[in-house]
């Protein structure tokens, strides 16, 4: 039978950087034709049980999942688990570390744009993260309310990032470190938006191979922030690693610059979607047990 479920398997809510909350997120979903929704919160899973508990009332199916800050050469990059146990102590305790440097990163950046003669931005920041997480879109919140920047966009570039008067360079989870956590909680590793390191083609090709060596499962080949052309590339590499293809929109809020949640285009002809081996045939309401 042909593939007719409608997923979004990368998402956020307040207990990370986006702007709903987990049962706002959820009925969004559903409202734009949704079935299988993934969250996938930057470095915490706490958002999952209410969106759980929203989503069985709306009768669509919730993916427990976390997108996992990992630190690979001098790069950033985000590591998505899909399907996992969110009370393994595994997980949980890597988790909790990387929030931890979160919290000491936020001093850091607000020391840091201090001396760039920016006054009281992690206070500031921390005013924004309505659940406790401070990312660096708070900090670009704050930047933008407080004058300093005309957009959240214009703000990275001219504070947050390399180079800049409030970067500072990321002490994240190793590539290995990450996916392990994942699995170890039974759940699948997905590279998330590749096209968007700014790293060399040959780089691209170590990073992948690297991933698949330590267990990674699949890359996100239809993203909100890849182009079609990004697409179709990400789709023949995933065959050619032999990955599985994954599709999320990264929605972070309604007013967010990138895709909204709901169909996006379906994953290229060659590709085998992450969710091959899922459980999802019946409505969530009816296999609560295999969800929870
Ligand atoms: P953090 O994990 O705290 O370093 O923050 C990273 C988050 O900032 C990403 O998940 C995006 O939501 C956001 N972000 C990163 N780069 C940009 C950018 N150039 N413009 C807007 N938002 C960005
Ligand atoms: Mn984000
Ligand atoms: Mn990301
Ligand atoms: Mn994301």
Not at 216 to 236: C, K, L, N, P, W
Request: net charge neutral.
């Amino acid at each position: 039978m042909p593939e007719t479920r409608v997923y979004d398997l990368h998402t956020h809510t307040v207990y990370s950087d986006g702007a709903l909350a987990p049962a706002e997120l959820v009925a969004r979903a559903a409202a734009n034709g949704v079935q299988v929704l993934a969250l996938t919160d930057h470095d915490v899973t706490d958002g999952v049980p209410e969106a759980q508990a929203a989503a069985q009332k709306a009768g669509i199916t919730l993916v427990p999942g976390v997108e996992i800050s990992v630190t690979w050469g001098a790069q950033t990059v985000h590591v998505v688990g899909l399907q996992i146990d969110i009370t393994h102590p595994g997980l949980q305790t890597g988790l909790a570390r990387l929030r931890e440097f979160r919290e000491w990163r936020a001093e850091e950046i607000g020391r840091r744009l201090a001396k760039a003669g920016i006054a009281g931005a992690s206070e500031g920041a921390r005013a924004l993260a309505q659940r406790g997480l401070v990312s660096r879109t708070h900090f670009a919140q704050f930047l933008v309310a407080s004058g300093h920047a005309a957009d959240v966009r214009s703000v990275f570039k001219k504070y947050l990032v390399h180079g800049k008067p409030g970067h500072v360079p990321g002490q994240w989870a190793g590539l290995d470190e990450a996916i392990g956590w994942i699995r170890a909680a039974g759940g699948q590793a997905v590279l998330a938006h590749p096209a968007r390191y700014k790293i060399t083609a040959t780089r691209l090709k170590k990073l992948l191979g690297e991933f698949r060596d330590a267990g990674g499962a699949a890359i996100e080949v239809v993203s909100g922030s890849h182009s079609r052309d990004d697409m179709f590339r990400f789709a023949q590499l995933a065959r050619s690693f032999g990955l599985l293809a994954s599709s999320g929109s990264d929605f972070h809020g309604p007013h967010n610059y990138y895709m909204d949640l709901g169909p996006m285009p379906p994953l290229p002809d060659g590709c085998t979607p992450v969710w091959q081996t899922w459980d999802t045939s019946v409505p969530a309401t009816r296999h609560v047990a295999v969800i929870v």
